[in-house]
């Protein structure tokens, strides 16, 4: 599960700063909508997307109210799901641990 939110994280972040970056600047630049009416729906599919999975991850996570709604109100924001994706996707027994070397 937090697996799937981490790729559905990254997906909805890169989708947004395609519909930012190229689809918009086409559609009043180039007067071209061909990009915002492929990367508006992909793009709002991938934001509910991630929305749902905040709540279903929270428990796994160990979250609590603030951390969820900050990662849910993440998804307004084109690169904060890139963070959350970074650190806060730990589960909370790997959280603070060191990473183990194999010799």
């Known amino acids: ?54 709540f279903l991850v929270r428990d796994p996570l160990g979250w609590d109210l603030k951390r969820t709604v900050l990662a849910a109100a993440a998804a307004v924001l084109p690169v904060a799901p890139f963070f959350v994706e970074r650190h806060w996707t730990r589960p909370p027994h790997t959280a603070g641990a060191p990473a183990s070397s194999t010799p």
């Open 1 to 54: 599960m937090i697996r799937v939110f981490r790729v559905v994280s990254i997906a909805e972040a890169v989708s947004f700063l395609a519909l930012l970056l190229i689809a918009m600047p086409l559609k009043y630049g180039a007067d071209a909508e061909v990009g915002v009416q492929l990367a508006g729906p992909i793009h709002g599919v991938l934001f509910m997307a991630y929305v749902g999975m905040v």
